[in-house]
């Protein structure tokens, strides 16, 4: 069954620097796919935060940002703010499965 | 602005159907493949289905394949989504996103959600 790997937490002081893992296979980040994160704040629809394993929409603040390498992927977030205590997806496409695939999320708590 | 506006959630008991929508604007409907996305309460994301600009390809999670059917109608700009012999388990509440293609899966925006509840 194919899997991308989130910690199910992770959680950081105001101003302090997180990552977010993201470990996938060869069948989908190992295979070239690209991956994109998402940010879902309580109570809120998904909002696309980084595409194409590097790049930020317009309007993401750029204390957020995204590595790739092989079948891992991570989400960095500098600058620690409150309004970022959210819950954390990566997502990419699965080839085996013909579509997309989330990772099991990774919420975020600013201590 | 581009908006996904879904539609046709509710309550079914198990084994009936129901037939989401989801009307799209602010963008040239036929040049992106659309998904259906859903998120079980309290629950991380699934991918539900996928269908591409012109309906050739379309992909179905297995825990859907068989049961709910993917169709568009690009001269409506809408998305539909046939869910028969509903379970329990689909649950959730049904977000409509779009992509540049079935595998460039950058999905953006989402819809706000429609809620679809089974139980008897």
């Known amino acids: 069954q194919s899997v991308l790997t989130q910690p199910p937490s992770v959680s950081g002081a105001p101003g302090q620097r997180v990552t977010i893992s993201c470990t996938g296979s060869s069948s989908n980040l190992g295979a070239n796919y690209d991956v994109h994160w998402y940010q879902q704040l309580p109570g809120t629809a998904p909002k696309l935060l980084i595409y194409?394993?590097?790049n930020r929409p317009s309007g993401v603040p750029d204390r957020f940002s995204g590595s790739k390498s092989g079948i891992s992927a991570s989400l960095a977030i500098t600058g620690l703010q409150a309004e970022d205590e959210a819950v954390y997806y990566c997502q990419t496409y699965e080839s085996s499965l013909g579509g997309s695939l989330f990772g099991g999320g990774t919420k975020l708590t600013v201590l | 602005e581009v908006l996904l506006v879904e539609s046709g959630g509710g309550l079914a008991q198990p084994g009936r159907s129901l037939r989401l929508s989801c009307a799209a604007s602010g963008f040239t409907f036929d040049d992106y493949a659309m998904h259906w996305v859903r998120q079980s309460p309290g629950q991380g994301l699934e991918w539900v289905s996928g269908i591409s600009w012109n309906s050739a390809s379309i992909g179905y999670a297995d825990s859907v394949k068989g049961r709910f059917t993917i169709s568009r109608d690009n001269a409506k700009n809408s998305l539909y989504l046939h869910m028969n012999s509903l379970r329990p388990e689909d649950t959730a509440l049904y977000y409509c996103?779009?992509?540049?293609?079935?595998?460039?899966?950058?999905?953006?925006?989402w819809g706000q959600g429609t809620l679809v509840t089974v139980s008897s």
């Open positions: 194409a394993n590097t």
């Open positions: 996103t779009k992509s540049p293609t079935l595998t460039n899966v950058r999905f953006d925006p």
